[in-house]
């Protein structure tokens, strides 16, 4: 099935330290890939998206995404986390029929 | 709009009630979708509209979930004969997109509670 893993379902990391929040997927081309942030209480909100060409997208936050085809990922990254980065993260694809995968809970810790 | 709105943003109901809740989209968006998210989850694809019609409602869990947009503009989704596992926020998003890439906006949700 046509889908967006993420491996990890919560993540612990030291404010100012550097994220990397994983993410596969399986799809018979190419899809579109997009990463959204939701926190408590919040709407989803895009950070980035890819569709083609530069394989390294930046979205808004400081928060960066590589494509890779070889490994079927697109792996968000942060060089250095915030406390305000504290959030649900997912990841989702797909042509005209988005799907997202399970989530990824981010915690900060001091 | 200026973005997507959703209602009621909270609605509690009894099993085995007909329940509807609202979308509507950002103004000029062809493509509109439903997403269910379930506590610690994440949004799992009900439908999706382009224009009047339904694109893909592959995900609609049963007989019971039904969803129209008959003028292309606001879209309801309809449960009829509520369960308790209905319990949900039920998310609304839309997108300029005809064909291919849809970066999507969302509402706030509506969070559904059978009792």
């Known amino acids: 099935a046509q889908s967006v893993t993420q491996p990890d379902i919560h993540i612990t990391v030291s404010e100012g330290a550097s994220l990397e929040l994983r993410c596969n997927y399986s799809?018979?081309?190419?899809?579109?890939l997009f990463w959204y942030v939701q926190s408590p209480g919040q709407g989803l909100q895009l950070l980035l998206k890819?569709?083609?060409?530069?394989?390294l997208v930046q979205g808004i936050k400081g928060f960066e995404a590589e494509f890779k085809r070889s490994q079927s990922s697109f792996n968000l990254r942060k060089p250095s986390v915030h406390w305000s980065d504290a959030a649900e993260y997912f990841c989702?694809?797909?042509?005209?029929?988005?799907?997202f995968g399970t989530g990824t809970k981010l915690q900060v810790i001091p | 709009g200026a973005g997507v709105s959703q209602t009621p943003s909270n609605k509690v109901t009894e099993k085995g009630k007909y329940v509807e809740l609202r979308c509507d989209p950002i103004?000029?968006?062809?493509?509109l979708y439903w997403y269910r998210q379930s506590l610690g989850q994440g949004p799992e694809f009900l439908i999706y509209?382009?224009?009047?019609?339904?694109?893909?409602d592959s995900g609609l869990p049963n007989d019971r979930f039904f969803a129209v947009r008959p003028e292309g503009s606001v879209s309801t989704l309809k449960i009829q004969r509520t369960e308790r596992g209905d319990s949900a926020v039920y998310l609304c998003?839309?997108?300029?997109?005809?064909?291919?890439?849809?970066?999507?906006?969302f509402g706030a949700g509506s969070r559904l509670t059978v009792l």
């Open positions: 799809y018979g081309a190419t899809p579109y």
């Open positions: 890819y569709f083609s060409g530069d394989t």
């Open positions: 509209f382009q224009g009047t019609g339904a694109a893909d």
């Open positions: 998003a839309s997108s300029p997109a005809r064909t291919g890439a849809n970066v999507l906006t």
């Open positions: 989702s694809g797909g042509y005209q029929k988005v799907t």
């Open positions: 103004s000029g968006h062809t493509a």
